[in-house]
């Protein structure tokens, strides 16, 4: 069964780089049968869609956050990372990392990273 | 980008109720929906997929309908565990979008 952890920096200065990491566990990233995708939610809000990794290195992201967005393999084995540039307090939210089973379709979700813009 | 809309946005129900929400996209969607339930300071689940189909391990009193514009989710018999929010989300088109959510109560 795969499991899914992020991790990384809870607090982040306004104007700089929010850079978290989501490890895998029980599954692979090189799998073609799974996308690997970074969600938030801000408090009190629905859930939002930032963007997806494919194992070819392959990515697709919100047009609404595109332009701030990086989705990359990670450093280590079975990592994927996010990094957002620029954030502002409308960043603050928790950050999850997703297994996707087909473009859209997210069944399995890390515990879920708080992550506030403050300086 | 699509526009999709859940209601109502709260609701207070018994235990042993029957409990729909509806979900509205705002462009055909065709089948192309998930249900989801988010317990308080958990992940949220996913509980339907393709509109209709349940995911494996869910309760058989969880049920979802619907196609194009108009869908429904279903809880045959409400449990006390059923105390959650329950989000809609389109994946026919990127962005992928979720509803505003569906917050569930014991009466």
């Known amino acids: 069964q795969v499991q899914l952890q992020e991790s990384g920096p809870g607090l982040v200065k306004p104007s700089e780089t929010l850079s978290l990491t989501c490890t895998i566990s029980?599954?692979?990233?090189?799998?073609?049968?799974?996308?690997w995708s970074w969600i938030r939610q801000p408090p009190g809000k629905a859930p939002e869609w930032i963007g997806y990794l494919y194992h070819s290195g392959s990515t697709n992201y919100n047009p609404s956050l595109k332009s701030r967005v990086t989705i990359s393999v990670g450093t280590s084995t079975n990592q994927f990372s996010l990094r957002l540039a620029s954030v502002t307090a409308a960043d603050t939210a928790v950050y999850y990392c997703?297994?996707?089973?087909?473009?859209?379709?997210?069944?399995?979700w890390g515990p879920g990273f708080p992550v506030t813009v403050s300086s | 980008d699509i526009q999709m809309t859940q209601s109502p946005s709260s609701l207070s129900a018994s235990v042993g109720d029957r409990v729909t929400i509806t979900c509205q996209a705002s462009?055909?969607?065709?089948?192309?929906l998930n249900w989801y339930q988010q317990k308080p300071g958990k992940a949220p689940k996913l509980l339907i997929y393709d509109a209709s189909n349940l995911e494996t391990g869910v309760p058989s009193r969880f049920s979802g309908s619907g196609s194009g514009t108009h869908f429904s989710f279903t809880i045959t018999s409400l449990q006390p565990e059923d105390i959650a929010t329950y989000y809609c989300?389109?994946?026919?088109?990127?962005?992928?979008?979720f509803g505003g959510g569906t917050k569930l109560e014991i009466k």
């Open positions: 997703v297994r996707d089973t087909v473009i859209g379709v997210f069944d399995s």
């Open positions: 462009q055909d969607i065709k089948y192309y």
């Open positions: 989300q389109q994946y026919d088109v990127l962005p992928l979008v």
């Open positions: 029980g599954g692979s990233i090189a799998s073609s049968t799974y996308y």
